[in-house]
Antibody, heavy 120, light 107 residues
Framework: QVQLQESGPGLVKPSQTLSLTCTVS??????????WTWIRQHPGKGLEWIGY???????NYSPSLKSRLSISVDTSNNQFSLRLTSVTAADTAVYYC????????????WGQGTLVTVSS | DIQMTQSPSSLSASVGDRVTITCRAS??????LNWYQKKPGKAPKLLIY???SLESGVPSRFSGSGSGTDFILTIRSLQPEDFAAYFC?????????FGQGTKVEIK
């Protein structure tokens, strides 16, 4: 059974960098058929797709976040990470990591989510 | 970007009711449409993929239909554990987008 677990600070100051890591267990992040994805949900709002990375390093980012966003993969530790710079209160959200099927785009496994609050 | 519009944004229903939720894409997406259930404090759960395929382990009272721009999620006989939010997601373009969600509440 594949499991994903997000980790990282729950509180980030405005203008600083938000960094999260997703650890994958029960399966290899180097399986070629998946895009490893970050998705967030603002309080009381819908789901926002942030971006994904393939183990090969291929990436795809949301245009609205692209200038501040970096997603990387660490195959040796079966992890992938998100880095979002110059955060504001608008980046306060629950951040999820998820496994996306490369062919049909379904997200079949998700982390439990981690709340990140941007506040001084 | 492909915009996904769900309707209604919320609905009230009783246990045993048949519930339908609609998702419309701003352009044709073939059958690259997935449905998720979201409960507060929990991760989204995949229900339906490629418009009409039932994810393993999901009760058969859930079904999906549609293609092109118009899609429907149907819950045949609403159960107490089905009160939740439901989101559609298109995976046709490389910028995946979600609908704004439909909250199913107890009448």
């Amino acid at each position: 059974q594949v499991q994903l677990q997000e980790s990282g600070p729950g509180l980030v100051k405005p203008s600083q960098t938000l960094s999260l890591t997703c650890t994958v267990s029960g399966g290899s992040i180097s399986s070629g058929g998946y895009y490893w994805t970050w998705i967030r949900q603002h309080p009381g709002k819908g789901l926002e797709w942030i971006g994904y990375i393939h183990y090969s390093g291929s990436i795809n980012y949301s245009p609205s976040l692209k200038s501040r966003l970096s997603i990387s993969v660490d195959t040796s530790n079966n992890q992938f990470s998100l880095r979002l710079t110059s955060v504001t209160a608008a980046d306060t959200a629950v951040y999820y990591c998820a496994r996306g099927d490369r062919y049909d785009g379904r997200y079949d496994y998700w982390g439990q989510g981690t709340l990140v609050t941007v506040s001084s | 970007d492909i915009q996904m519009t769900q309707s209604p944004s919320s609905l009230s229903a009783s246990v045993g009711d048949r519930v339908t939720i609609t998702c419309r894409a701003s352009q044709s997406i073939g059958n690259f449409l997935n449905w998720y259930q979201k409960k507060p404090g929990k991760a989204p759960k995949l229900l339906i993929y490629t418009a009409s395929s039932l994810e393993s382990g999901v009760p058969s009272r859930f079904s999906g239909s549609g293609s092109g721009t118009d899609f429907i999620l149907t819950i045949r006989s609403l159960q107490p554990e089905d009160f939740a939010a439901y989101f559609c997601q298109q995976s046709y373009s490389t910028l995946y987008t979600f609908g704004q969600g439909t909250k199913v509440e107890i009448k």
